[in-house]
């Protein structure tokens, strides 16, 4: 199965910053989400990373808030904008390959100040 | 909607003991369910993954079932060990839902040595 490396794993941000986190796979995957874990939650879908075009983002979530960038088949970025402490949350990336399960990375786990 | 509900939210057993995690989802149009692990600050592992033409999966001490028609998943571990103790987590993809899962919230296993 792919081996999914996301980085950072971890960060405390200041309120109204940014921060890009990275998903990087180490071969190419048909589809790449976007996922958030609020504390005591389960997973909620975010958006799915279209590779060339713009991701397609569930209910809920916006293009300004959480953009997305996949320029290739290996590898996904996804922006918390102007944060707030209600997007403190663990933010993971999953990918699925050709007749591969689901396979999620180990999280970045956010914190907001 | 699809919805996903896991009971119970959190076991407490000693270790050896065999037991049993519920799963169940509204809509049983569903592609398939995985169910997997979660260990505190990582992401998640899968550990089984049933198609909806099938009615169980095992791997080692693990066997999950699915029922379709009634909308209901098992995850049975066998002789439970400390190592166990983690999150466990069912999600499935609806039909027509482009490998979009939908989670449950969880059951929280603590095995006791």
């Known amino acids: 199965s792919a081996v999914i490396s996301q980085k950072p794993s971890r960060d405390i941000c200041q309120r109204g910053t940014s921060l890009t986190i990275q998903c990087q796979v180490d071969?190419?995957?048909?589809?790449m989400f976007w996922y958030r874990q609020q504390p005591g939650q389960s997973l909620t879908l975010i958006a799915t990373?279209?590779?060339?075009?713009?991701?397609?983002?569930e209910s809920g979530f916006v293009i300004d808030k959480f953009p997305i960038s996949r320029p290739n088949l290996t590898f996904s970025t996804l922006t918390v904008s102007n944060m707030s402490p209600e997007d403190s949350s663990i933010y993971l990336c999953?990918?699925?390959?050709?007749?591969?399960?689901?396979?999620f990375g180990d999280g970045t786990r956010l914190s907001i100040l | 909607k699809q919805e996903v509900t896991q009971i119970p939210a959190a076991l407490s057993v000693p270790e050896g003991e065999n037991l049993v995690l519920n799963c169940s989802f509204t809509?049983?149009?569903?592609?398939?369910l995985q169910w997997f692990r979660q260990d505190p600050g990582k992401g998640l592992t899968s550990l089984l993954l049933?198609?909806?033409?099938?009615r169980e999966q095992t791997s080692g001490r693990l066997n999950a079932s699915l029922d379709k028609s009634s909308g209901r998943s098992t995850l049975y571990i066998a002789a439970s060990q400390p190592g166990d103790s983690a999150t466990y987590l069912c999600?499935?993809?609806?039909?027509?839902?482009?490998?979009?899962?939908?989670f449950g919230k969880g059951t929280k296993l603590t095995v006791n040595p």
């Open positions: 999953s990918v699925v390959g050709d007749n591969q399960p689901q396979h």
């Open positions: 071969s190419q995957v048909t589809m």
């Open positions: 990373a279209n590779q060339g075009s713009e991701a397609t983002y």
């Open positions: 809509d049983s149009a569903i592609y398939n």
């Open positions: 049933i198609q909806s033409s099938q």
């Open positions: 999600a499935v993809i609806t039909q027509g839902g482009s490998e979009k899962l939908v």
